[in-house]
């Protein structure tokens, strides 16, 4: 019987002014093991981060990742042995779902023949992702955007020189966020625009002071600070230990920090922060992910 391991990254994708117009692939993984099975039996086992969150059963997303593409197929592997090892936080903005989305996908298509190539899969894994360019991200790694309309995805990897940056995952409970607005000003979205042009730039570049100019967004990234807690509080500490700027990813209480030096320093400040506020978080310092998908295939007993 075949067994597939899946490795897929986190992803970024409403951070700074982009406003979910971009993909940004970092290194925090989760790896997917998925086998056939002789019998028409489901069994899924989790470990990890948040391992309980989803039930260990057909609403996983890894199965539904797997059933999405059986119906491509119209046809089906009865049996299934999943193993989840997830280091990728759920629920903050890292897109974890997407990717268990994702290997779902994968597991299934090489478990029937590897009918799509990895060009043809791009956009089926595009279409059935809550997020385009966290779906294309993820399977491409690196920096990408992209155009839905209706069933046409167009993509582009756009360049990218890697650094490292800094992941604060607050468990603020107390966190809430009001809608965007359905209504922004003209003179906000045309500072988004030119923002998103020089974040692009900067991504490039791997310049990150202008990359730190490029991140402020008028429209949404007031809203979300304002309903994290202690936003005010680890933007100050982290700054004044030297780093660049501070902004959100998703519309969560998640914060990503931007720094060019003294990385393990802000990493211990922030952290330290975090605990004097009695408020439980993970900070980590990653690189920017460029290789995307792993995908290893062996024969199982």
Known sequence: MQKIKIRLPATLTHFGPSLDTLG????????????????????VEAE?????????????????????????FENTQLGLHIRVKNDIPIGCGLNAETSFLIAGMIGANYLMGNKYTRDELIPLIAEFAPHTDSAIAAFLGGLVTSIKDNEDISYQALPITPFRLIIAVPDIRRFNVED?????ALSDMRANLRRTTILQQAFALGDLNLLAKALN???DQPLIR????????????????????????????????????????????????????????????VPIDTQGVVISIMQSA
Do not use: C, W
């Open 226 to 285: 304002a309903g994290n807690p202690d936003y005010t509080h680890i933007t100050e500490i982290a700054r004044r230990e030297g780093a660049l700027a501070i902004t959100t990813t998703g519309r969560d209480s998640t914060m990503v920090i931007i720094a060019d030096k003294n990385l393990p320093h802000i990493e211990h400040a922030v952290q330290k922060a975090f605990d004097n506020l009695n408020t439980q978080a993970d900070v980590i310092t």
């Open 217 to 219: 967004d008028p429209i």
């Open 48 to 72: 990890g981060k948040n391992a309980k969150h989803y039930p260990l059963a057909v609403r996983h997303p890894v199965v539904r990742g797997a059933s999405r593409m059986f119906q491509y």
């Open 24 to 43: 940004l692939a970092v290194g925090i993984y989760t790896n997917i093991e998925i086998s056939s099975r002789s019998d028409n039996q489901l069994v």
């Open 180 to 184: 965007s607005p359905e209504l922004i």
